[in-house]
């Protein structure tokens, strides 16, 4: 119908762009190798970080929990959809990141859209990386609070506009690891800013939990300031293997979402197959520590041998970005390395802002040297650098 030839009008533009996406189907599990329209392809774009979504004991606690208790919930958490699986996790977690309490939500994208409007609200203030996940800006729209956005990772600018709006009710508000970039929140500063001009704070744990730190709990322990944050969130979809989003921190924080954070009142529950999953993920994460290990060891191996190439390379997470600039470009270098046999994703604007188009490297636990020196090879080759050492 004519009333809807917008949309097309907005699909040509996006190709123009070089903005259009479409869904690329990997078959099989999701671990180091996949194929993609029937050719093996070595995943370098999986936030699978320690390779436990294909873990056989991951995977046999999911089927026993399927024999036991069914496929779905049936319901919310507050009416019928809450079990026994759901229980453990949530202790498991509060455990494993030393809180009271913990509480687990079907996404992290509803988790952060859930805490942040449930918390603040008119007449409150929250202090926004400038580069934070899209879920947190969600929830910060949401929460109907004034929004003052500050420049990533630049305390001296979060300092400026805290001053200015002293004395409200705030939350400063940051990725520990932000996604698209790899680098790390300064955890130290960003707590003594808050505790001097006397707001809350909120730790996003997506990509932190079971990458960062000694044994993986995450950006507190990565700066030895276990138990100085107020509110930590994080993902069960990303390094524990499995599905859904968590909140940690006091008994009554706990109380105050299960009552007020309305994507957890009005979702349907996870099923008891994705919380025996992800239970044992995260028991797995802490009886073998090596897979964190193994996984900052694959990250200094890749940035050495990317090194050799002229190609300037540091992180400390599971995330390295290769900026490549313009759309156009990053698309071209995500092909030719697939031609290759390397899936690494492109990632383009809005994800990212204009001009800063990059090739996004996610590194498993799992992957061997000789698969990180053969992808630093290929991206130099993409690169056009000179490929000889």
């Not at 805290?162 to 707590?191: C, E, H, N, T, W």
């Not at 797995?284 to 190609?311: H, S, T, W």
Request: charged letters at 20%; a negative charge.
């Amino acid at each position: 119908m004519k009333e809807w030839n917008w949309l097309s009008e907005e699909l040509d533009r996006l190709r123009e762009q070089e903005l259009y996406r479409t869904m690329t189907v990997l078959d099989g599990p999701q671990t180091t190798v996949v194929e993609s329209a029937g050719r093996p392809q070595w995943l370098f774009s999986s936030n699978n970080y320690l390779d436990l979504a294909n873990d056989p004991e991951v995977k046999a606690a999911a089927c026993e929990a399927l024999e036991q208790y069914g496929v779905g919930a049936g319901g919310s958490r507050l009416t019928t959809g809450s079990g026994p699986l759901h229980v453990c996790l949530e202790e498991e977690l509060a455990r494993f990141k030393g809180r009271e309490a913990a509480l687990v939500f079907n996404t992290g994208y509803m988790t952060n859209v859930g805490i942040i409007s449930a918390l603040m609200g008119r007449g409150d203030v929250i202090f926004s990386d400038q580069l934070n996940h899209a879920s947190i800006i969600d929830g910060c729209r949401l929460s109907g609070a004034e929004v003052v956005v500050y420049r990533h990772n630049d305390m001296a600018d979060l300092e400026a506009k805290l001053g200015a709006y002293r004395g409200r009710k705030g939350l400063i508000v940051s990725d520990g690891v932000f996604s698209m970039d790899g680098d790390l929140v300064p955890l130290p500063q960003l707590v003594e800013l808050a505790k001097r001009y006397g707001v809350h704070t909120m730790i996003d744990e997506a990509h932190a939990t079971g990458v960062v730190g000694a044994t993986g709990r995450g950006t507190e322990e990565y700066y030895h300031m276990e138990g100085s944050v107020d509110v930590l969130m994080g993902t069960l979809s990303k390094a524990v293997g499995s599905e859904g989003g968590f909140v940690c921190g006091s008994a009554e924080l706990i109380q105050y979402l299960t009552n007020k954070a309305r994507s957890f009142i009005f979702s349907t529950a996870l099923s008891p197959v994705t919380m025996a999953a992800g239970l044992r993920g995260l028991q797995k994460i802490q009886e073998e520590p090596q897979r964190v290990a193994q996984l900052r060891d694959n990250m200094a191996f890749l940035c050495r041998e990317l090194g050799r190439y002229g190609i300037p390379a540091q992180s400390d997470s599971a995330i390295l970005p290769i900026v490549v600039g313009e759309e156009k470009q990053a698309m071209a270098a995500m092909e030719a390395l697939k031609e290759r046999g390397y899936y690494v994703s492109a990632i383009r604007y809005p994800t990212v802002a204009r001009g800063s188009a990059r090739l996004r490297v996610a590194l498993m636990s799992s992957h061997t040297r000789d698969e990180l020196a053969g992808l630093a090879q290929a991206l130099a080759c993409v690169l056009g650098r000179n490929t000889e050492r």
